[in-house]
């Protein structure tokens, strides 16, 4: 059974690079048909797409957020990657990494059929 | 940008029905996600394609659309349904994913 682990540091200082690693086991992240992506939500509020890549680097952002993420796919690992740069306290939150279902292999087209368990992130000097 | 609307918050008595809108422009074109997020859990897909439902989550949840509004309907409400419940479209004409605000539901 395919699974989702996200990792990182808790804390992360205000202006610095946020890190986090989505490794996926059970399944391979080169499968065709699906993205990996991410998603946060600040404490008490609501989900926030940031963005999702597909094994090849084929890769989409928000467009609020755009400028300062990037994502990556290592798949020799398994895993794919998210760095948020010049951090905030608006950027706290948990952040969650997700298969995203995008071609003829799978069912909910469009959807995040499988999620991490998702892992805060403080942003704080 | 494109926006989905959900109301904050509701309410449901044991054994009824819960009704849950989504709203946004263009809704119709587009397929309608929906999640159950717990306390403390992550999100999990509970209706896709507007009105499929994952295997595993119970019949009584099912889906709708019409016109700008999709809903989730959640039939016989138990109180381990209490949970934020959040709509997700794919926006073909701008490339972009968005999510509603959520709607907290709570079973009196």
């Known amino acids: 059974q395919l699974q989702l682990q996200e990792s990182g540091p808790g804390l992360v200082k205000p202006s610095e690079t946020l890190s986090l690693t989505c490794s996926v086991s059970g399944g391979s992240i080169s499968r065709t048909s699906y993205f990996w992506g991410w998603i946060r939500q600040p404490p008490g509020k609501g989900l926030e797409w940031i963005g999702h890549i597909y094994y090849t680097g084929t890769s989409y952002y928000t467009p609020s957020l755009e400028s300062r993420v990037t994502l990556s796919v290592d798949t020799s690992k398994n895993q794919f990657s998210l760095r948020f740069s010049s951090v905030t306290a608006a950027d706290t939150a948990v952040y969650y990494c997700a298969r995203y279902c995008s071609g003829f292999e799978c069912k909910a087209i469009d959807a995040f059929d499988i999620w991490g368990q998702g892992t805060m992130v403080t942003v704080s000097s | 940008s494109y926006v989905l609307t959900q109301p904050p918050s509701m309410s449901v008595a044991p054994g009824q029905t819960a009704r849950i809108i989504c709203g946004g422009n263009n809704i119709g074109r587009e397929s309608v996600h929906w999640y159950q997020q717990k306390p403390g859990q992550a999100p999990v897909l509970v209706v896709y394609d507007d009105d499929d439902r994952p295997s595993g989550i119970p019949e009584r949840f099912s889906g709708s659309k019409s016109g700008n509004t999709a809903t989730l309907t959640i039939s016989r409400v138990e109180a381990g349904d209490e949970a934020d419940y959040y709509c997700?479209?794919?926006?073909?004409?701008?490339?972009?994913?968005?999510f509603g605000g959520g709607t907290k539901l709570t079973v009196l």
């Open positions: 997700q479209v794919w926006d073909s004409s701008s490339d972009r994913g968005v």
